[in-house]
């Protein structure tokens, strides 16, 4: 029987927790806002789903390079500071975006630049920001601190698209510049957070080993690696939010406002999920859960690829937001809780990567396959895929099929 936990609602009288959750409701409300506008841009000048691709590809290479060094500067200095000086950068990238819009300019590659710059703050941001989390709360409050870090950041996702399409009919600078401004605000609650890392009287040197330490966690916890690797395949093949722009303009004839609309399903049913789970935690079955979970999200993808229908297809991605809820707060859990506080940035890091996969390099998935096939084709056989890799992780993974608990005894 589910019961409500009260750890639930006191983990929000820690005011680092909240200074956290509100620095993350406001990069999250930046980024959103920012995706719309440069999705919308990218499309307008060049009318390629080739160039929506690449935007994805662009967000995630950095965090690609990037993510075993960032993983490292976590966990080897202040994690506030990092995260504080990353969500500046954020903001620098920002203002470029800002610029180019104001002067007009029709030339399309240093946006892709600026997403470039966007991903490395992010690279950096990501592991510090979850690894921190962890250490603001005891171990019982852990769950639900995570569940709320996770209703707020998609509830910035819920509120970004929808004001980004609104201030897009202001222009795309509009948004570009309201977006500068979210970032350098959540870069000062960060640096307010009270939590003082202990003295680092000896750093470890940078090598090899120092590195790649969270690679070689992950690979001796099957439960982990299965959870992570499940969430990179299934979303990479049946992300279909790089080509949202396409099926507003072209499919359902809504316009930026209602890309915007469009673009906040999912995170409106993950926001319900998610703060379900904070008040009702998930005790039991968590291991079939994820996958239960996982082909709901493809089953959904592939309702939203064959509609036509405005109402059906907001249904339809509001569904997939519920269900990547579950399973980004399954693989958190399991990433997070279990790992050692000295590696938790590494670990994060790694985790970082595997995320952008599915989201952004999914992207640039998704619109080299609509390039080739056309969008509806591309995003239908990216739902069947994720049916399918849920069915093969229940198998290759049967640790994680039989994952009854979700946090393992301290």
Partial sequence: MLVPDPAGWAVLRNRDVRLLIGARFLTGLGYQMQAVAIGWYVFDLTRSAWALGLVGLAAFLPALISALFAGHVADTHDRRLVAALAYAVLSLAALGLFASAALGSQVVWPIYGLVIGTGIGRAFANPAQQALLPTLVSREQFGSALAWNSSVWQSSSVAGPAVGGMLYVLGPAVVFGTGAATFALAA???????????????????????????????????????????????????????????????????????????????????????????????????????????????????????????????????????????????????????????????????????????????????????????????????????????????????????????????
């Fill in 188 to 410: 000062c609650l960060i640096a307010a957070v009270s939590y003082r890392p202990a003295p680092v009287t000896e750093r470890p040197r940078v090598s090899w080993a120092t590195l790649s330490a969270g690679l070689s966690y992950i690979r001796s916890k099957p439960v982990v690696l299965g959870a992570i690797s499940l969430d990179l395949f299934a979303v990479l093949f049946g992300g279909a939010t790089a080509l949202l722009p396409i099926f507003a303009a072209q499919v359902l004839h809504v316009g930026p406002l209602g890309l915007g609309v469009l673009r906040s399903m999912p995170a409106a049913g993950a926001v319900a999920t998610a703060v379900t789970l904070a008040w009702i935690p998930l005790r039991r079955r968590a291991g079939p859960r994820l996958l239960a979970a996982v082909a709901t999200f493809g089953i959904a993808t592939i309702v939203f690829g064959l509609s036509s229908n405005l109402f059906l297809s907001m249904a339809a991605l509001f569904v997939i937001g519920a269900a990547d809820m579950i399973s980004v707060f399954v693989r958190q859990s399991l990433v997070q809780g279990e790992t050692p506080d000295a590696m938790r940035g590494r670990v994060a890091a790694v985790n970082t990567v595997f995320i952008g996969a599915s989201n952004e390099l999914g992207e640039f998935e998704s619109g080299t396959l609509a390039a080739l096939v056309g969008a509806v084709p591309a995003v239908v056989a990216g739902g069947v895929a994720t049916v399918l890799v849920a069915v093969c992780w229940a198998r290759f993974f049967p640790a994680l099929r039989r994952r009854d608990r979700l946090m393992a005894e301290a």
